[in-house]
């Protein structure tokens, strides 16, 4: 089993940036699949991003899409979300996961280990 720790989260103005990071330790971190999801308030956990074990596919949500950017460098057990132009509806605590499997999903339940995720605030 793969362990995960989310970090990079914090508070920004509308229209900035940040990174999140997410270090994996345990099992090989390239014999998984990767992706982001998040949670606000009062709303249920949802996808955001995924990546291929390879880096070589990635998949977005419509409201991400042309705005964060998923990346990992598997030499360094470290999964990545770049966010740009940050919108007041991005705050969430944003979590990473492990898919054990081939299929790039946004499938909540093909993911079998998460962090406890980090959050992300953005203000008007």
């Known amino acids: 089993q793969v362990q995960l720790v989310e970090s990079g989260g914090g508070l920004v103005q509308t229209g900035g940036s940040l990174r999140l990071s997410c270090v994996a330790s345990?099992?090989?971190?390239?014999?998984?699949?990767m992706g982001w999801f998040r949670q606000a308030p009062g709303k249920e956990r949802e996808f955001v991003a995924a990546?291929?074990?390879?880096?070589?596919?990635?998949l977005y949500a419509d409201s991400v899409r042309g705005r964060f950017t998923i990346s990992r460098d598997n030499a360094k057990s470290t999964l990545y979300l770049q966010m740009d132009s940050l919108k007041p509806e991005d705050t969430a605590v944003y979590y990473c996961?492990?898919?054990?499997?081939?299929?790039?999903?946004?499938?909540?339940?093909?993911?079998?280990?998460w962090g406890r995720g980090t959050q992300v605030t953005v203000s008007s």
């Open positions: 996961a492990a898919n054990p499997f081939l299929v790039l999903t946004k499938d909540q339940d093909q993911y079998r280990a």
């Open positions: 990546i291929r074990w390879s880096g070589s596919m990635t």
């Open positions: 345990g099992r090989a971190f390239d014999s998984y699949a």
